[in-house]
């Protein structure tokens, strides 16, 4: 897949759904906040199981794969799939399941007992299991160039896109794992691969810096940052300056990967969902979180695998700890 950046396509809304959701209604069995691969696939395999299920899929439904061109690397399309695509065929097979779907973003949630509360602007929502699948956001330079040439040469997965660049100059900014684990990978496909670093050491570890300086491939630019982006129809140019000298220059290249870390989607669980110094939940056991009841799936929780593969996987596993979740309640209450 070709990533492009944050919001350039939005998903059908339920205007054109075939099946409209009944908007009066309020309480269901579990509510899966955030429409990407988990939340989908969490509303497949929660509806397929009988369970009354609410997908609120905030304003811009589909996740990061709304953002792609190309996914070459899902299992089950031989030619590769639009990612828009993907995600339209994902929600419309869960909602074929039974599962309601509202576009509509979650501003609050009461997750102090159950059934839980998930609350829009305008609704209050009521569930007995919630799923957190709210996913996560590359960190975005910030530069005009990075919005202008995404999905055309500037990615944040290099897993997804590296193979769009072969025989050619491959630019990646960061100096954490993820930076030189998406170098190392990168140097399969690129003639050279430059990293930009704003300092003069990797915060990577010991191995992965070590891997990097050992691939005569890869080329460091230290205490460096990217000033400017430059092309046509595509990515051309990337300007870098050393942040010592002031010294600017140019590298022809035709990928710039952004790997200066991720930013979870997790500000509206603060204080009642454990998080992790930088924001990703934390699971207790399996999907579980510290409240009994609240699950979550996909790149909220997880920052090593975020594929859409991965995600969806872990939607089909929230759904069956779900499941396995409301049974045992159930017989309780008998
Ligand atoms: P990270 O460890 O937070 O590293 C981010 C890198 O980007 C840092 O080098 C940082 O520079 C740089 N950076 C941050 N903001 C920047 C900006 N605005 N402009 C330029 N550079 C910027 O993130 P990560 O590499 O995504 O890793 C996240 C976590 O996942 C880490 O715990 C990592 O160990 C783990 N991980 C592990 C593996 C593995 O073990 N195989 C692979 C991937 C990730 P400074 O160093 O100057 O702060």
Redesign the pocket.
Known sequence: MMAADAGATVLETNDSDPMKPDKAKTKFDVIIIGAGPSGYTAGIYCSRAGYDTLILSGILPGGQLVNTTEVENYPGFENGIMGPDLMIDMRKQSQRMGTTIIDDEAVDVDFRRSPFKVLTSSEEYEGRAVIIATGANP?K??LAGEQTFAGKGVSYCATCDGPFFRNQEIVV???????I?EATFLTKFGTTVHII???DE????KV?QERAFNNEKIKIHWDS?VTDIKGDQKMQQVIIKNLKTNEESTINAGGLFV????EPNTKLFKGQIDLDDEGYVVLKNKTHTNIEGVFAAGDVHD??YRQAITAAGYGCMAAIDVDKYLTESADKKE
């Open positions: 960190r330079m910030g900014v960061g100096g954490g794992d993820s930076a684990e670093h704003r300092r990797l915060r990577a570890s992965m940052a790997a200066i870390g991720h920052r090593s």
